[in-house]
């Protein structure tokens, strides 16, 4: 058990919703990371937040957004889905901003399938 | 841009053989760490070995073994005397500092090792 949580784990929805994908990091830690996992992209970096700013961006879509409330838990919101989004989406904490020099701890992933 | 290459997509082997899974990376940081990472059909990501750029010494934790040559920018990853339960996709990443001095991870392919029994 990595400390981080994600809910929920599994998610099927229709083209053209809006979901919102929830994790909470380990006690302590104040980065927040979230992956995009797809059979063709491998594992792509979407975004990441240090103590509730946005510090990092990578391949996140504009119909996606996120952000990092005071509690340090952060939610991914995804929009208007299309097919191609289903995906494993997975969140990762560290305790610092330059993290890696530590560790970075992953949820199990919220799968999400979009019908 | 940074990039890792897992050229192999994937492997099957017997049980008790040793395999080797290659990763190649590309930076321009002096100062990188690159690390491994199995993921298991269950899904979750498990962490399995960090190491510095400055490091290039050899690593062995059981039957894993990691051999990282700056000269070749490689950080190969050998399970000796495989068993079923390793059957997993194993991702080799590399850190990459961006702006501000955040860093994320740049994930390679993976590669999905199958042990059969």
């Known amino acids: 058990d990595s400390g981080v949580t994600q809910t929920p784990k599994h998610l099927i929805t229709a083209t053209g919703q809006r979901v919102t994908l929830r994790c909470s990091p380990r006690s302590g830690d104040l980065s927040v990371y979230w992956y995009q996992q797809s059979l063709d992209q491998g594992l792509q970096f979407l975004i990441q937040y240090y103590n509730g700013e946005e510090r990092a961006k990578g391949n996140i879509l504009e119909r996606f957004s996120a952000q990092q409330f005071p509690d340090l838990h952060s939610e991914l919101n995804l929009s208007s889905l299309e097919l191609g989004d289903s995906a494993l989406y997975f969140c990762?904490?560290?305790?610092?901003?330059?993290?890696?020099?530590?560790?970075?701890?992953f949820g199990e992933g919220s799968r999400l399938t979009v019908l | 841009a940074q990039k890792v290459t897992q050229a192999q997509t994937e492997i099957s082997v017997v049980e008790k053989e040793d395999v080797t899974l290659d990763c190649v990376y590309e930076t321009r940081d002096t100062t990188y760490y690159l690390f491994w990472y199995k993921q298991p059909p269950s899904g979750e990501l498990v962490f399995l070995i960090r190491r510095n750029s400055f490091d290039e010494q050899n690593e062995i934790s059981g039957r894993y073994s990691w051999n990282f040559q700056k000269s070749t920018s490689s950080f190969n990853f050998t399970i000796t005397a495989s068993q079923v339960v390793d059957s997993a996709v194993y991702f080799c990443a590399l850190s990459e500092v961006e702006e501000g001095g955040s860093e994320k991870l740049v994930f390679g392919k993976g590669m999905k090792l199958t042990v059969n029994p």
């Open positions: 990762a904490s560290s305790e610092g901003l330059a993290g890696l020099n530590g560790e970075l701890f």
